[in-house]
């Protein structure tokens, strides 16, 4: 069953502005990976936050998790067009007992930024 | 290598043709990982080697699709009789660690086109 999910699915906003994209899931998470994709590309990891942390930063990035709402959100501060991309979120499970190790992927959200 | 390395980056083929793809992991990686992405959706898991232990097969659609993992390194994911519904982007990744706990590392891609 699908894990994480993203929402929203598509995001357009102006160059400068900050971008938010959150994620759902469903079940108990060791950690929570957010990976963008820029087109016609592989995936590229930005950030890992584990179970027992609340808030992370890397550079313009800031991730939250919300362990009682099995949530997370990503914020991309300052906008900039080269920020285009889908960015998708992974979660981390010993416990998910499906493929792939426990890892598994959402469906992604597509940011545009307009310059 | 400095990164993933999967070839060939784009194939065309006719249905009923057999395709393999290849994935060079990173260098020491003992996980490695393949995964499908159709135009504009998620990833679909489809399998999943670590060191040498038996794969994880629970993704793979169908029997027409089988990969193989040489010498702990190099891996081949062959698809057998493609059919249009194959048509799809191929994206292998490798970890130094187990999945759940840490970062993928991905290739560019092999994007199949089934005639």
């Known amino acids: 069953s699908q894990q994480g999910e993203e929402d929203p699915q598509a995001l357009s906003i102006q160059e400068g502005e900050n971008a938010t994209m959150n994620c759902s899931y469903k079940?108990?998470?060791?950690?929570l990976q957010w990976y963008r994709q820029n087109s016609g590309r592989g995936l590229v990891h930005l950030i890992l936050i584990r179970s027992n942390e609340r808030e992370k930063h890397s550079g313009r990035l800031r991730v939250t998790l919300d362990t009682s709402k099995k949530s997370s959100s990503l914020l991309i501060t300052a906008s900039r067009a080269a920020d285009t991309a889908s960015y998708f979120c992974?979660?981390?499970?010993?416990?998910?007992?499906?493929?792939?190790?426990?890892?598994?992927f959402g469906k992604g959200t597509h940011l545009i930024i307009q310059p | 290598g400095a990164g993933v390395s999967q070839s060939p980056s784009n194939k065309v083929t006719e249905k009923g043709k057999d395709v393999e793809l290849r994935c060079d992991p990173i260098s020491g990686h003992t996980a490695l990982y393949w995964y499908r992405q159709s135009l504009g959706q998620g990833l679909e898991f489809l399998i999943y080697?670590?060191?040498?232990?038996?794969?994880?097969k629970s993704g793979l659609p169908s029997d027409r699709f089988s990969a193989e993992r040489t010498g702990g390194s190099v891996s081949t994911l062959t698809i057998q009789r493609t059919q249009q519904e194959d048509s799809a982007v191929y994206l292998c990744a490798s970890s130094s660690i187990r999945g759940y706990t840490g970062e993928l590392f991905f290739g560019e891609g092999s994007r199949l086109t089934v005639l």
């Open positions: 992974a979660t981390g499970s010993m416990y998910s007992g499906g493929g792939a190790d426990g890892l598994t």
């Open positions: 079940t108990s998470i060791n950690n």
């Open positions: 080697f670590q060191g040498n232990s038996a794969p994880d």
